[in-house]
């Protein structure tokens, strides 16, 4: 009996890792799709340019150029994507052979599980037939991730934490062959100075390359934008709308923080892990969670392998022609990171923590253990937004000083599960503010602050069009439950 459930767990094991290592495979290959999709673009563009009559053409002379120099773009974008792919260690084994895995559990299994890499990949269209952008809508974590990390920027050291797997390997300094870029896309890719790449890392290698869906390249120039919401100086208009509110909020709700024991903080959907890391530098102990690979390759990359400020540069407005004022403006370059993470200031203990942050923290080990949580653009991004409100309340210290056991929330209610018609499966609980504000106080939430604040969300600031937010962002203080 118990050899059965031995031999029964073992395989259930074995078929999340085959689900993983899939999922895994379908981002990597989609950031390795990025330069083959935008070609595609270009090209699309001057075939419409070539159907021109001559007389028109002839009012366009720079067109060639225009074309010349977004191909000299995607180039370097695809040099910063290569670069941090040769940085990322996978955490599973990416040379097994799991579509060979015919196991007839792993079909049920994938769609059966709420995870499934399936059923959020569709999730994501979704998002896109409804008229909002991808990238406008900020939730759109689309895949099976799920394992989880903890690493540590500081030492450059990548740790697992109680149960949790790490899914990075350790920093920097044991990658091999580091100047080079992974040869790794049907197109020749190259480096501005014209030479070819090739790659260090088997997984890298084009054989076990797939061929994603378009959808998912598009989370990977998503994934550019918000490297600019968090790691660029134009990201700041942006990152002073969202995150400096929050970070006065902590620092007035925690005026005389010890250096010694600095209070815990949490992030849950930390993103790329800009505000997590301002949390840190801010004196507390912060940790980042964050359940999307597309974002964690792209933080740990930032946050344990920049050596400078303004190391990378990158274009990342060249993917769309709507809405820009100039060609230059289109074309402008973007440097990253605007700070160097490693120098910035960070408190002992900052760690970004991959997996669900329903699977992560509804664990027992999590109950009563952190004294702030900061939710910045993340609680729409629920099934069931009671179940988030519920495991915050849980996670947060009990009674103690008063100024403690706060929930700082900012963000708006564009609940990321909302337009998943036809996926029987998947709930998505869609309260308003109102309501949220009802299931919190019955959580033993106490409403301290409240305020909309407008903001955008990894918008262009250049563009002609800029969608705005206007954010709930409030501060909620965790009762006493028990007299002592
Ligand atoms: N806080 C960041 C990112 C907001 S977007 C910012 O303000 O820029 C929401 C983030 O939550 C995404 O990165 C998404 O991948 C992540 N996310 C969504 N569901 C999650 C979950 N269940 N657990 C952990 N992270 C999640």
């Known amino acids: 009996m118990e ?29 390795l799709n990025y330069p083959e999709a935008a070609e595609e673009d270009v ?7 070539k159907k021109l009559p001559p007389a028109h053409k002839a009012l366009l002379p720079h067109y060639p150029s225009k074309f ?29 052979d799991v579509d060979g895995c015919k196991d007839p559990h792993l079909e049920n299994f994938e ?16 998002v896109s037939t409804s008229g909002r952008m991808c990238c406008s809508n900020h939730a759109q974590a689309c895949s099976q991730e799920k394992s989880n990390i903890m690493s540590n920027p500081t030492t450059e050291e990548v740790k697992s934490e109680q149960q949790h797997e790490p899914i990075f390997g350790s920093g920097a300094g044991e990658v091999e062959n580091k100047n080079e870029i992974a040869e790794c896309c049907s197109n020749d890719v190259a480096d501005s100075n014209g030479n070819a790449f090739s790659s260090p890392h088997d997984w890298l290698d084009p054989s076990l390359q797939l061929n994603v869906p378009l959808v998912d390249v598009d989370k990977v120039r998503c994934i550019i934008r918000n490297i600019v919401r968090d790691w660029a100086a134009e990201g700041e208009k942006e990152r002073n709308q969202c995150y400096k509110p929050i970070l006065e909020e902590l620092d007035a709700q925690f005026p005389n923080r010890s250096k010694e024991s600095p209070p815990a903080c949490l992030v849950p959907g930390a993103g790329l892990g800009r505000l997590a890391l301002e949390i840190s530098c801010l004196g507390f102990i912060s940790q980042g969670n964050e359940f999307s690979y597309y974002m964690m390759i792209c933080s740990s990359f930032i946050l344990n392998h920049t ?24 074309l402008r370059p973007v ?43 993340f609680i729409d991004t629920a099934h069931n937004i009671i179940e988030y409100i519920e495991i915050i309340s849980r996670i947060l210290k009990e009674g103690g000083l008063v100024g403690w056991q706060v929930w700082i929330n900012f963000g708006p209610l564009l609940y990321h599960f909302a337009d998943m018609y036809g996926q029987e499966d998947d709930m998505s609980i869609e309260l308003s503010l109102e309501d949220v504000k009802k299931i919190a106080f019955h959580y033993g939430f106490k ?21 705005h937010y206007h954010a709930a962002f409030w501060t909620m203080r965790k009762k006493r439950t028990t007299t002592t």
Not at 5 to 21: G, Y
Not at 43 to 49: D, I, V
Not at 111 to 126: D, F, V
Not at 310 to 315: D, E, V
Request: charged letters at 25%; hydrophobic letters at 30%.
């Open 307 to 330: 050596e400078t400020t303004g190391q990378w540069t990158i274009y990342p407005w060249i993917h769309s022609n709507c809405n820009s004022l100039s060609d230059n403006d289109q």
């Open 335 to 377: 440097l990253i990171p605007d700070i160097h993470p490693a120098s910035a200031g960070i408190t002992e203990g900052f760690s970004m923590c991959g997996g669900d942050f329903v699977e992560v923290y509804n664990d027992s080990s999590q109950i009563g253990v952190w004294d702030a949580v900061v939710t910045c653009f």
């Open 447 to 467: 409403l301290e602050k409240e305020q909309t604040i407008e903001t955008t969300y990894t918008t262009n600031p250049r563009s002609m069009m800029q969608n």
């Open 111 to 126: 769609h059966g599980h709420c995870h499934s890499e399936e059923r959020n990949a569709s999730s994501c269209q979704s």
């Open 68 to 96: 010349k120099n977004l191909r000299r773009c995607i180039s370097l974008n695809s040099y910063f994507i290569f670069t941090m792919l040769q940085a990322f260690e996978p955490p599973l084994d990416m040379s097994q």
């Open 43 to 49: 090209r699309r563009y001057e075939k419409s340019f």
């Open 3 to 31: 050899i059965e459930e031995d031999e029964e767990r073992r395989r259930q094991r074995k078929l999340e890792e085959a689900l993983e290592v899939k999922s895994l495979r379908r981002i990597i290959s989609a950031y």
